[in-house]
């Protein structure tokens, strides 16, 4: 998925940072786990903990982390006779779906041009409105338990980026249809990855939940600028949710108060960094970063330094682009660190 900050290029090293730094844990906590990439990875070494303020996130992992196996949907199968509920979408043909109320395709009629905007073509966002509200009558008429119901829901926003007229993030869709809007809307099949641990996830805000979980590995993603998230997901919020907000404006952007976070306001950011490690219960802090996010790398090793281990503060510098300045057109290089600290 396509995600602002994704961290699929910086697996291995942060591996190696565990590797070289940490012995002997069982648990690894990914409080602010966005797509889930790091979670999953992780998935095959520790029992993890994973959280996000943003519900469309809780939901990647639920349907990922704390699902331990791919479900069998036997109810399903032996009611309604569908064995394998992805193929029964993305073979469904549109004179299958068009049975579906017009008052109730929410992504028609607000995100496709029916609607009078462009995020995905009408026959796609039909697709997924057929396919999330079937899930959702499929929960409640208990054909399909939690388990089920996170996958699918998961797979159902996983399938979107696919075919979204966007440039990655949804605070706009392009004026004309890009290759990829063409595309079928398919769910995406997502592999799940059994440990035979009690994984656990949550949607929560990471300075609160901090105050109430403990374990070995802590690794800390959090926003690096004042973009706020949810303008930028809501789309994928609202087929998570599926929950018939009120929007407004021309992106048709959902209410998002509430899922403001401190780490993208510069005047809070670092005192909300601070609680965080302040009260982390974790032997090994691990933070990802960049050097043009809102706190300053002095900031971040005087806090970490306060909380753990001076002597054990280590930071890994990972080049990772460059920019031209606009101001002067010189180049200034941009790079990832990942910090580490013992508590």
Known sequence: MRFIGCKTLLLDNIKQVIDENVKGAESFCDIFSGTSTVARYFKRWYQVYSNDLLYFSYVLQRGTIQNDKLPAFKKLNKIKNIKDPIDYFNSLSNSDMENLPQEKRFFQNNYAPTGGRMYVNDENALRIDYARITVEDW??????????????????????????????????????????????????????????????????????????????????????????????????????????????????????????????????????????????????????????GLMKVEDIESIMKKYGKAETFKIYWIPYRRYKSRAQGDKEELKEMLVYIEK
């Open 139 to 292: 929960h409640n008429e208990g054909l399909i338990d939690d388990d089920e119901y996170f996958y699918l829901v998961a797979c159902i926003v996983e399938g979107i980026p696919f075919v979204s007229n966007t440039s990655g993030t949804y605070g706009a869709f392009h004026k004309e249809w890009e290759r990829r809007s063409y595309k079928k809307y398919e769910l995406y099949r997502l592999d799940v990855y059994q440990n035979g641990k009690k994984n656990k996830c949550y949607n929560q805000d990471g300075v609160e939940l901090i105050k109430k979980i403990k374990g070995d590995i802590l690794y800390i993603d959090p926003p690096y600028n004042g973009r706020q998230y949810l303008p930028n997901y809501h789309v994928l919020e609202t087929a998570a949710k599926y929950d018939y907000p009120e929007v407004r404006g021309v992106t048709a952007q959902r209410p998002y108060e509430n899922n403001k976070s401190d780490f993208c306001l510069k005047t809070k950011v670092t005192q909300a960094f601070e609680e965080l490690i302040k009260n982390a219960n974790f032997k090994h802090i691990i933070l990802s970063y960049s050097t043009d």
